[in-house]
């Protein structure tokens, strides 16, 4: 028997390919939920409290990686209509002085956004872009920093979860987390608190403005 002759592809054939799967190789891929333990379960079953995080792992270690989660008493579709309103947090969110969407496309399933964020903090002005994928079928979003723009600030990472609730139901669950280094002289501390503040003006914001929404 002769072996069978191995075949290769044309250029052109493989580029093909590659274009075929591009869009899934840079598909997002949402996490699952995370673990809670038996008392943070019990607090968001019983009270309006929202479990923060504040310490998850991150490398390089200056960076500060926190997780806020909230029960909301609103589907997730509504959730995610108010998550994605920008301009609402102007209201809610002290530091926030100016939100400016810059770009937005649908591609395929995915909304791709960039805004520009003008915050002020400790008497600093502090300015950064950051560049969205929102994928509905995973109720799912991410973002970093958009590079190609002028930033304040070093690295950004965050995204937001929306989950049926575990315990209400008809309700849901949104978690958000995110990962930040400013580059600023503060203590890491400082910076943590910082953080944390933030998540949970934007969680408590959107719980609001989601639950006044689904009351009409």
């Not at 209201?91 to 937005?104: C, D, Q, S």
Request: proline share 7%.
């Amino acid at each position: 028997m002769h072996p069978t002759p191995l075949s290769f592809a044309s250029p052109r054939t493989a580029l093909a390919a590659l274009l075929a799967v591009a869009p899934l190789l840079l598909a997002l891929s949402a996490p699952s939920a995370p673990e809670l333990t038996a008392d943070e379960e019990a607090k968001l079953a019983t009270s309006r409290t929202i479990i923060v995080h504040p310490k998850l792992p991150s490398d390089p270690p200056e960076h500060v990686r926190a997780r806020a989660i909230a029960e909301v008493d609103a589907a997730p579709e509504v959730v995610w209509e108010q998550l994605l309103n920008f301009q609402a947090r102007v209201a809610e969110n002290g530091p926030l002085k100016k939100v400016t969407i810059y770009e937005e496309s649908w591609d395929g399933p995915l909304l791709r956004r960039k805004a520009r964020w003008e915050i002020r903090i400790l008497g600093r002005e502090i300015n950064f872009h950051c560049k969205y994928q929102h994928d509905p079928t995973q109720s799912y979003l991410e973002w970093t920093l958009d590079e190609e723009r002028e930033n304040d600030i070093l690295y950004s990472w965050g995204s937001y979860q929306v989950f049926d609730s575990k315990v209400h139901p008809g309700k849901s669950r949104l978690v958000y987390t995110s990962e930040s280094f400013t580059g600023a002289r503060l203590p890491h501390w400082l910076n943590r608190r910082i953080a944390i503040r933030g998540l949970t003006e934007v969680i408590g914001g959107v719980r609001k403005r989601s639950e006044a929404a689904a009351a009409k």
